[in-house]
């Protein structure tokens, strides 16, 4: 069956203007948060932590092909071997697997540890092109289809040219090996996880400018078929998506936040250039899980605009006899979310003022006012131990939605 992902990309590449958008539920957060990334059981009490099984998690993926309101599954290696090799679940779908072909340390987040994602990100790679497409070491030609054959590889700059140099050279052997074997990919630029004392002045500058440095170099059968990165604010992603009209932006959700935080997020992404969101707890963490994405693809065909379908998100709900987590007042409010795995917070939707910078050259360019986006840790030196303590609780609240 044709994949809407594939339709889609062409009549975008063709016209940016076409009105097409692509939606992706993002099940690949066993590949970060261990036992707690199919997110908390519908069974937990109050604060207790109790969270849904592997089965249950990927129960929640059939369901969401089944719906066929995405346009891609992400999944880990693993739930991509049950789902697409064994199940076959995506032979008569439109939607496209696609499963998290590298795991940066930035996100390796198991609960307790709370030290990888305050050290600066460094490449690694669990998954092998290979298991992701046939399950095993090395595929048979005749096998490369039977698995996914699009993945998404994820870096993460920290304006250390040591640091930097060696994610570009990880990305770099993988590229090449992914275009040798047929494989698609898609890139995730995440924002500096730990720039110790050299953070860039405006974030959301670093990150695009990185993106157009890194691929600037790179032919047309190496390129990403599209990037996730954060939503920094309608300057930075109409700079970007204006940039190279043959490179498809997309956006990344972050934590859950509100009902409000979700739907404005991707309509004002769509507003000013984004042309896909990838959304993970957003979609996991939601009261239920078809209803929020049934919202999502309207607000994304441009149906309804967000306070309009959290309204009707929270009357279905009822409908549904379902208890919202928030009232509906407190679920249409913004909220600061997390951009990153790790809980580094932004606001909501504010939207970053355009200022004018003068390089190390002379030239006067416009910057994206970042930092109002991506709030620094703390200085930790400066911390009481019950500050510190606090700090983490309020961090894994983030996280965990």
Excluded at 19 to 37: E, S
Excluded at 126 to 137: E, F, P, Q, S
Aim: with cysteine; hydrophobic share 35%; proline share 6%.
């Amino acid at each position: 069956m044709q994949k809407s992902l594939d339709q889609k990309i062409a009549r975008i590449l063709a016209d940016p203007n076409c009105g097409d958008f692509i939606i992706a539920d993002a099940k690949d957060a066993d590949m970060a948060f261990g036992l707690a990334a199919p997110g908390k059981s519908p069974e937990h009490y109050a604060d207790e932590a109790k969270f849904r099984n592997l089965e249950e998690y990927r129960q929640i993926m059939r369901e969401i092909v089944a719906q066929g309101l995405v346009d891609i599954m992400l999944m880990s290696a693993s739930s991509n071997e049950v789902l697409t090799i064994e199940e076959r679940l995506f032979d008569n779908s439109h939607v496209t697997p696609a499963v998290r072909a590298n795991d940066t340390t930035d996100i390796w987040l198991a609960t307790g540890s709370g030290r990888y994602s305050s050290q600066p990100s460094r490449p690694f790679r669990t998954a092998t092109i290979d298991h992701i497409m046939c399950g095993k070491l090395e595929c048979d030609p005749s096998e490369k289809k039977l698995g996914a054959d699009l993945g998404l590889y994820s870096v993460t700059f920290n304006n250390d040219r040591d640091l930097d140099h060696r994610s570009l050279e990880a990305y770099k052997e993988f590229r090449l090996e992914a275009e040798a074997k047929g494989f698609r990919h898609f890139l995730e630029v995440f924002s500096p996880n730990v720039s110790g004392d050299h953070p860039p002045a405006d974030t959301a500058r670093f990150v695009n400018d990185h993106i157009a440095r890194a691929l600037a170099g790179v032919t047309k059968r190496g390129r990403p078929l599209f990037l996730k990165i954060p939503y920094y604010g309608p300057a930075a992603m109409e700079a970007l998506a204006g940039y190279d009209r043959s490179v498809v932006v997309g956006i990344l959700g972050g934590s859950s936040g509100t009902t409000r935080d979700a739907f404005q997020m991707l309509y004002d992404a769509k507003k000013y250039g984004a042309r896909v969101a990838l959304f993970g707890r957003k979609i996991n963490n939601s009261e239920h899980q078809l209803t929020f994405v049934q919202y999502l693809r309207a607000i994304a065909d441009g149906q309804i605009e967000p306070v309009e379908a959290v309204r009707a998100y929270h009357g279905d709900l009822a409908r549904l006899g379902i208890q919202p987590a928030r009232p509906l007042d407190e679920d249409l409010k913004s909220t600061e979310t997390s951009d990153s795995y790790s809980g580094t917070t932004r606001p909501g939707t504010g939207k970053p003022p355009v200022s004018m910078a003068t390089t190390a050259g002379g030239t006067d360019t416009p910057t994206y006012g970042a930092p109002a986006y991506g709030v620094a840790d703390p200085d930790f030196s400066k911390m009481t131990p019950a500050e510190k303590t606090q700090w983490n609780l309020d961090r894994w609240k983030r996280i965990l939605g």
